[in-house]
């Protein structure tokens, strides 16, 4: 019985040995398989377009607007904290195309974008407001506020600045008081 077992296990083990051997020979095939083509690749400086990527072409200036601000940084200064800044830029479109805003974020909740919302033919002077609400917000400060528009480059960004000082606390007492 310990015979047949013997036999039993060393023809398994023989499989085993056989199979791996031939899998690992199969791998190192297809690594030089791979390694050739990149090589191949190389040689030729080819350029692959990945799957995902997205094909770009020049925009025909015709379909554009082109922003001129006057000013795209404003410094509000020192302020004390809660107090609301707003500031209007002002632009004119130095495009060849009507300028259509299609978007504005800004960079944070304590400032709130407006702007003109019709096309602005060329020549002509749009607008864009920005509100920075400083409650809770203290030290420097630099909210933005982000354009994307039919212009090249399609995002435009504006910036407010300054410095927020806390407000000053009460004299009053803060918390229970020990009697």
Same mark, same amino acid.
């Given at each position: 019985m310990k015979t047949?077992?013997?036999?039993?296990?060393a023809l398994v083990l023989?499989?085993?040995?056989?199979?791996?051997?031939? =899998?690992?020979?199969? =791998?190192?095939?297809?690594i030089k398989?791979?390694?050739?083509?990149?090589a191949q690749l190389e040689t030729k400086g080819s350029?692959?377009?990945?799957?995902?990527?997205?094909?770009? =072409?020049?925009?025909d200036p015709s379909s554009l607007g082109a922003f001129q601000f006057q000013e795209m940084e404003y410094d509000f200064g020192t302020i004390?904290?809660?107090e609301v800044i707003e500031r209007v830029f002002n632009f004119t479109n130095n495009g060849e195309a009507p300028l259509?805003?299609?978007n504005i974020t800004a960079s944070c909740g304590?400032?709130?974008?407006?702007?003109?919302?019709?096309?602005?033919n060329p020549g002509e002077e749009g607008f864009v407001k920005v509100v920075?609400?400083?409650?809770?917000?203290?030290?420097?400060q630099s909210p933005t506020v982000t354009i994307q528009a039919n212009t090249n480059p399609t995002v435009t960004r504006l910036r407010m600045r300054g410095t927020v000082t806390p407000k000053v606390a009460s004299s009053g007492a803060v918390g229970p008081v020990k009697r």
């Amino acid at each position: 019985m310990k015979t047949k077992f013997m036999s039993l296990a060393a023809l398994v083990l023989a499989l085993a040995l056989g199979t791996s051997c031939s =899998q690992k020979s199969e =791998q190192d095939e297809k690594i030089k398989a791979l390694e050739d083509k990149i090589a191949q690749l190389e040689t030729k400086g080819s350029s692959i377009t990945p799957v995902n990527a997205q094909s770009t =072409q020049t925009a025909d200036p015709s379909s554009l607007g082109a922003f001129q601000f006057q000013e795209m940084e404003y410094d509000f200064g020192t302020i004390r904290e809660g107090e609301v800044i707003e500031r209007v830029f002002n632009f004119t479109n130095n495009g060849e195309a009507p300028l259509v805003i299609s978007n504005i974020t800004a960079s944070c909740g304590c400032t709130s974008p407006d702007w003109t919302k019709a096309p602005v033919n060329p020549g002509e002077e749009g607008f864009v407001k920005v509100v920075f609400n400083s409650t809770a917000k203290t030290g420097a400060q630099s909210p933005t506020v982000t354009i994307q528009a039919n212009t090249n480059p399609t995002v435009t960004r504006l910036r407010m600045r300054g410095t927020v000082t806390p407000k000053v606390a009460s004299s009053g007492a803060v918390g229970p008081v020990k009697r």
